[in-house]
């Protein structure tokens, strides 16, 4: 990972945080989600979050991490002087920077006008693999590695990266160990059971919630003011994501409102 640290700051100790929770389905479970602290020779502290499912609010949450992180540095009587830099990193399997292409994203604290870093103790990387996969290329070094483990890789291609990478080839033998496991496999079934149900019910819920903002939209921009009953009830009324599809196909065809008012009736009988 291209964290500008020198290659004397090697790993010193990496810590487990929240272990119950994590024992209990199965921590290398890769559609899960897996919090680590890192400690380096030189005392960098990494806080390293996967989060392979919908999470929301992560930037906020980035904060809260660091925040609590940072002020709870377990040295007793501790000098402003000596307290230790945080670094956050992220690992996403959904977009959090939509418009940007890029797959790694780093953020400091720094001067608007002149860009200046305040200093090194606020460190976030996001690293979001669905854009990552997209790249369609061998990994070009360790951090591109890992993200294609992550990004649920398999048969020759992940053998070659094993080869590679003797971490990745650990945690692949664990995996395994984990797998045959049968009271874990078990967990770990209905853990993919209910990430799948999740994530296709805010597919559809995001899905339902863009063809009522188009519905709206065209109704408003139509019909003005006089819409706005019709636009109440497309969003309160209880549409499936079909009927709502169907009314949005063709409630461009309302030349009325009239028209208009007549087909979201009928949907609201279907």
């Given at each position: 990972?291209?964290?500008?640290?020198?290659?004397?700051?090697?790993?010193?100790?990496?810590?487990?945080?929240?272990?119950?929770?994590?024992?209990?389905?199965?921590?290398?479970?890769?559609?899960?989600?897996?919090?680590?602290?890192?400690?380096?020779?030189?005392?960098?502290?990494?806080?390293?979050?996967?989060?392979?499912?919908?999470?929301?609010?992560?930037d906020?949450?980035?904060?809260?991490?660091w925040?609590?992180?940072?002020?709870n540095?377990?040295?007793?009587?501790?000098?402003?002087?000596?307290l230790?830099?945080?670094?956050?990193?992220?690992i996403?399997?959904?977009?959090?920077?939509?418009?940007?292409?890029?797959?790694?994203?780093?953020?400091?604290?720094?001067?608007?006008?002149?860009?200046?870093?305040?200093n090194?103790?606020?460190?976030?990387?996001?690293?979001?693999?669905?854009?990552?996969?997209?790249?369609?290329?061998?990994?070009?070094?360790?951090?591109?590695?890992?993200?294609?483990?992550?990004?649920?890789?398999?048969?020759?291609t992940?053998?070659?990266?094993?080869?590679?990478n003797?971490?990745?080839?650990?945690?692949?033998?664990?995996?395994?160990?984990?797998?045959?496991?049968?009271?874990?496999?078990?967990?770990?079934?209905?853990?993919?059971?209910?990430?799948?149900?999740?994530?296709?019910?805010?597919?559809?819920a995001?899905?339902?919630?863009?063809?009522?903002?188009?519905?709206?939209?065209?109704?408003?921009?139509?019909?003005?003011?006089?819409?706005?009953?019709?636009?109440?009830?497309?969003?309160?009324?209880?549409?499936?994501?079909?009927?709502?599809?169907?009314?949005?196909?063709?409630?461009?065809?309302?030349?009325?409102?009239?028209e208009?008012?007549?087909?979201?009736?009928?949907?609201?009988?279907?």
């Open positions: 990972m291209k964290l500008n640290r020198s290659s004397d700051d090697l790993i010193k100790l990496v810590t487990l945080e929240d272990k119950n929770e994590i024992e209990f389905d199965g921590h290398l479970d890769r559609v899960n989600r897996l919090n680590f602290t890192v400690t380096s020779q030189k005392g960098q502290i990494y806080l390293v979050q996967v989060q392979l499912g919908d999470f929301f609010l992560t906020r949450r980035s904060l809260y991490y925040t609590h992180m940072y002020y540095q377990p040295e007793p009587g501790l000098y402003f002087s000596e230790r830099p945080f670094v956050i990193i992220h996403l399997e959904d977009d959090c920077f939509e418009e940007d292409k890029r797959y790694h994203h780093v953020f400091h604290i720094r001067d608007d006008e002149t860009q200046q870093k305040l090194d103790d606020l460190e976030l990387h996001y690293l979001e693999l669905s854009k990552f996969k997209q790249c369609k290329r061998d990994p070009e070094n360790a951090l591109e590695e890992w993200l294609m483990y992550f990004n649920n890789t398999k048969g020759e992940l053998e070659k990266i094993a080869t590679r003797p971490s990745i080839r650990k945690v692949i033998a664990l995996e395994e160990k984990f797998k045959a496991d049968a009271k874990k496999r078990y967990h770990y079934d209905m853990r993919e059971k209910w990430n799948l149900d999740l994530r296709s019910n805010l597919k559809a995001r899905e339902e919630g863009a063809a009522r903002a188009v519905i709206c939209l065209y109704l408003n921009t139509r019909f003005g003011k006089d819409s706005e009953i019709l636009q109440e009830i497309v969003n309160k009324y209880d549409f499936n994501l079909k009927t709502l599809t169907t009314l949005r196909d063709n409630i461009f065809r309302s030349n009325t409102l009239d208009a008012k007549a087909l979201i009736q009928k949907c609201t009988v279907l």
